[in-house]
């Protein structure tokens, strides 16, 4: 009875084996149509591209006034520089000042539309602001990940860049690339109506005090900190080639909020000025100048939304000193 036990126990293991093959086999097949499905979207993406995205197509029709002073850049310009306010400090009429900035607005996507509009910046003063996660090649998650770096890198960099640990961020790439060849092929830029408030936007609210990060140091635009990347190589070579194409360009490196102290936080401290070194060196090479904001006087911790942005009451103190600091 022993032996029959045994010899009807083996069957079943070699069923059980097989089909153990054959699942691994199935699971094998899935994940290789899998991506060769996303490396076809992507190679789509890439040659549908455009450098030019929806958030930044909708902000260029306000240079139909032909402004003399052109706020761009990230966020901390959106919402923080009021070109109304700005132009009453330089005594020019409305529209003379704009905000062109958008959400992780990066100098490829500007210079692009300097390129496609260049009688529109050839006589402006274009003021950017820049922030870590434009040149650190360690922040690779999808809401801030610079686009048209993305669509410089190929399918196989963008593959082996992002998989496994951040598909999303190619998921943005593929869905921002058909959004931005949509808005060109509508004329947008040219023919869609100008933003409110000349481009600017406000944060109504301020961030809770549990959401408020501790330090600076290990912020997500500073994680696994490199500098030596693409990120760095294509956003500092489309600064350098902006001077060339405007009147004068500023680069802008804006504050945190300041309940943050450089001198406790050497982690934040070293990356930060690292950072702004490396934008440094680029201006005294290519002809723009860097602001570098570190504190603003009379900007204190209750004008501030978050550790990065300014509230409604900050953005008129942001405002007049970051004018103030403009050479006309």
Same mark, same amino acid.
Not at 285 to 295: A, D, K, L, Q
């Given at each position: 009875?022993?032996?029959?036990?045994?010899s009807?126990?083996?069957?079943?293991?070699?069923?059980?084996?097989?089909?153990?093959r054959?699942?691994?086999?199935?699971l094998?097949?899935?994940l290789?149509?899998?991506?060769?499905?996303?490396?076809?979207?992507?190679?789509? +993406?890439?040659?549908?591209h455009?450098? *030019?995205? #929806?958030? =930044?197509?909708?902000?260029?029709?306000?240079?139909?006034?032909?402004?003399?002073?052109?706020?761009?850049?990230?966020?901390?310009?959106?919402?923080?520089?009021?070109?109304?306010?700005?132009?009453?400090?330089?005594? $020019? &009429?409305? /529209?003379?000042?704009?905000?062109?900035?958008?959400?992780?607005?990066?100098?490829? +996507?500007?210079?692009?539309?300097?390129?496609?509009?260049?009688?529109?910046?050839?006589?402006? @003063? *274009? #003021?950017?602001?820049?922030?870590? !996660?434009? !040149?650190?090649?360690?922040?690779?998650?999808?809401?801030?990940?610079?686009?048209? *770096?993305?669509?410089?890198?190929g *399918?196989?960099?963008?593959?082996?860049? !992002?998989?496994?640990l951040?598909?999303?961020? =190619?998921i943005?790439?593929?869905?921002?690339?058909? /959004? +931005?060849?949509?808005?060109a092929?509508?004329?947008?830029?040219?023919? /869609?109506? &100008?933003?409110?408030?000349?481009?600017?936007?406000?944060?109504?609210?301020?961030?809770?005090?549990d959401?408020?990060?501790?330090?600076?140091?290990? @912020?997500? @635009?500073? +994680?696994?900190?490199?500098?030596?990347?693409? $990120?760095?190589r !294509?956003?500092?070579?489309?600064?350098?080639?902006?001077? #060339?194409?405007?009147? $004068?360009?500023?680069?802008?490196?804006?504050?945190w909020?300041?309940?943050?102290?450089?001198?406790?936080?050497?982690?934040?401290?070293? $990356?930060?000025?690292?950072?702004?070194? =490396?934008?440094?060196?680029?201006?005294?090479?290519?002809?723009?100048?860097?602001?570098?904001?570190?504190?603003?006087? /009379? =900007?204190?911790?209750?004008?501030?939304?978050d550790?990065? @942005?300014?509230?409604?009451?900050?953005?008129p103190?942001?405002t007049?000193?970051?004018?103030?600091?403009?050479?006309r």
């Amino acid at each position: 009875m022993r032996g029959l036990s045994i010899s009807q126990r083996r069957p079943s293991l070699r069923v059980q084996a097989a089909s153990a093959r054959w699942i691994a086999a199935a699971l094998a097949m899935t994940l290789a149509a899998w991506l060769a499905a996303l490396a076809i979207l992507l190679a789509i +993406a890439n040659r549908v591209h455009d450098d *030019v995205p #929806v958030l =930044l197509a909708i902000k260029l029709p306000l240079l139909q006034s032909r402004p003399e002073l052109i706020f761009a850049g990230e966020s901390r310009t959106v919402y923080q520089v009021d070109p109304n306010l700005a132009a009453r400090l330089i005594g $020019k &009429p409305p /529209g003379t000042v704009i905000n062109i900035a958008y959400d992780a607005g990066e100098p490829l +996507a500007l210079l692009s539309a300097i390129r496609r509009q260049p009688d529109r910046f050839r006589q402006a @003063h *274009v #003021v950017v602001s820049v922030a870590p !996660f434009l !040149f650190n090649e360690g922040v690779r998650s999808a809401a801030v990940y610079p686009q048209d *770096v993305a669509a410089r890198l190929g *399918v196989v960099e963008q593959m082996r860049s !992002f998989l496994p640990l951040r598909l999303g961020t =190619l998921i943005r790439f593929i869905r921002e690339a058909f /959004g +931005a060849r949509l808005a060109a092929d509508q004329h947008v830029a040219d023919l /869609g109506p &100008p933003p409110t408030a000349l481009g600017l936007k406000i944060i109504d609210r301020t961030q809770p005090d549990d959401r408020w990060p501790d330090e600076i140091g290990s @912020h997500a @635009h500073y +994680a696994d900190w490199d500098l030596s990347g693409p $990120k760095a190589r !294509f956003e500092i070579g489309a600064l350098c080639d902006m001077v #060339v194409l405007v009147r $004068k360009l500023d680069v802008v490196v804006p504050p945190w909020a300041p309940r943050y102290d450089r001198a406790r936080d050497p982690a934040w401290r070293d $990356k930060d000025d690292q950072y702004t070194a =490396l934008v440094a060196d680029a201006g005294r090479r290519c002809g723009f100048e860097v602001i570098n904001i570190r504190s603003i006087p /009379g =900007l204190e911790q209750g004008n501030y939304a978050d550790e990065m @942005h300014v509230n409604a009451s900050g953005v008129p103190i942001y405002t007049s000193y970051l004018v103030s600091r403009l050479k006309r």
